[in-house]
Every structure is written in structure tokens, then in C-alpha cells.
């Protein structure tokens, strides 16, 4: 097979760029093996030395995950463990809680530029937005605002929002066919206003830890554009430094 993409791009990047391009249309899945480096050696007639650094890259990225013994994986991320850093939950018998979910609205609208602009969407595109609360033991921990491009989730409008589960990337992969592979975020601090603080369970005007995140697929286009918010009383920091 011969490698696309530009000619001037060393050999491995544009052996990097062939499998990435593989992995955003779904021909390599998230949790499955891909081929062995002695078949991508034949498949793309190069050698293993340039093998070898395409893969390293995309493993360094995050992107693919090696298991001694097994081969090599397309690496389905974990993005509840962010959250679970800064807010651990734990149970009356001390043993850490799982926040499960529930869809507060759902609709199809036209987005704020900022959104738009999150999104790189064009002119007139639409948005999926969804509102969810995430709770402990019937307690509010966070709330979250979500926007998703209508032209790749446009079918979640049609499906019942109690169905949609805890978790909801895997749901976007199996629904839409949508896989997020990494995501950007950002931490500030503000304060809750009324609507905040009744939906949270807080005083107005106590403040707010607001988490931004900005989900993308394998092929790096921004898939998502998420704000939670969560009472920064239950907020924790912690770091080993050595």
C-alpha cells in the first residue's frame, strides 16, 4: 500500500498519519488490537524501524496503548477519572460512590459563537445541548451544560433521555458512532448565582469550582464542548511531587 499525505513529512509521520486516519473512521476500534508490526511492515511495504516510531508516537500521544504479551491497542480513554481527583465521593462504609446521571432537558438549537466557535462549526450548523445532573446518594455533586455538533449526534434528539445511562461517551460511540479519544480542559473558580445554587444545593453566592472541557475525536475535531459545575466545598487538590 502506498502512504498519502505530504511528501516532504518524514516517512513515519505520514505512516502515523495513515493509521490515525484508520482509527477516526472506525476501521480500528477503541479496545481493539491493530495489526502487528510485521504486517504493517508488509501492509505498507516500510521498515519495522519505521514501524516501530509511528507507533511509539501515537502511543506517546495517548492515542494507542501497548500490553506486554498482547500486542498493541487503540486506547479507550477513562474521562470520568478527571473528575474523580478533584471530587471523591465515599459511602456511608467509606467506599468511593460512582455519581450516576440524570438528563434534565435536551434540545436542538442554534449555538452561542463561543460554543460555535469551541465546536469549529460553520455558519447555521446546529447543536445538540443537554443539560445533566450528576448526584451522590440522591445528592447533587455536579451540574453539567453539554453542546454537541447536530450533524454528528442529531440522533440522540430522537432517543429517550432516561435511556442515555451514567456514562455517556460510550453511548455517543454505540448511538452515533462518535468515539472521543482525548479531551482539554480547564479549571476556574466562580461564584454560584441563584439558579446554580438551588440546582447544586448551596448558598447563592458560595463558590463554584466550573470544569471546561473541550472532547475530541481520533481525527482531532472537537466532538464535544462540556462546562460542570460542582460546589467547591466538595473540591479536593492533590498532587506528589518528587
Keep these: 500500500m502506498t502512504l498519502g499525505y505530504d511528501e516532504r513529512l518524514p516517512l513515519y509521520q505520514r505512516l502515523r498519519e495513515e493509521m490515525l486516519a484508520k482509527i477516526a473512521a472506525g476501521e480500528w476500534s477503541p479496545g481493539a488490537p491493530i495489526p502487528t508490526e510485521a504486517e504493517l511492515t508488509r501492509l505498507y511495504g516500510v521498515a519495522i524501524g519505521t514501524v516501530r516510531k509511528a507507533v511509539d508516537t501515537l502511543v506517546n500521544e495517548g492515542l494507542l496503548l501497548r500490553s506486554q504479551g498482547r500486542g498493541t491497542f487503540v486506547r479507550r480513554p477513562n474521562f470520568d477519572a478527571s473528575l474523580a481527583r478533584f471530587f471523591r465521593q465515599v ?33 447555521g450548523e446546529q447543536v445538540v ?35 442515555f445511562g451514567d456514562l455517556l461517551y460510550p ?24 439558579d446554580m445554587a438551588s440546582t447544586l444545593a448551596i448558598g ?39
Excluded at 455517543?172 to 466562580?190: D, M, P
Excluded at 464535544?224 to 467547591?232: M, V, W
Design 204 to 242: 447563592e453566592g458560595e463558590p463554584i469550582v466550573v470544569i471546561e472541557r473541550t472532547a475530541l475525536g481520533y481525527d482531532r475535531r472537537p466532538l464535544e464542548y462540556r462546562l460542570s459545575r460542582a460546589a467547591a466545598a466538595n473540591f479536593r487538590y492533590q498532587i506528589d511531587i518528587c
Design 129 to 163: 445541548r443537554m443539560e445533566r445532573l450528576r448526584m451522590v446518594e440522591d445528592r447533587p455533586l455536579f451540574h453539567e451544560e453539554i453542546w454537541l455538533p447536530a450533524s454528528r449526534f442529531g440522533a440522540l434528539m430522537d432517543i429517550d433521555s432516561a435511556t
Design 171 to 194: 453511548f455517543y460511540e454505540k448511538q452515533c458512532g462518535q468515539c472521543i479519544a482525548s479531551a482539554r480542559e480547564t479549571l476556574t473558580v466562580g461564584c454560584a448565582d441563584a
Design 91 to 123: 459511602n456511608a462504609s467509606g467506599g468511593q460512590e460512582i455519581p450516576s446521571s440524570r438528563i434534565l432537558a435536551k434540545t436542538l438549537q442554534k449555538p452561542a459563537k463561543e460554543i460555535a466557535r469551541a465546536l469549529e462549526l460553520k455558519s
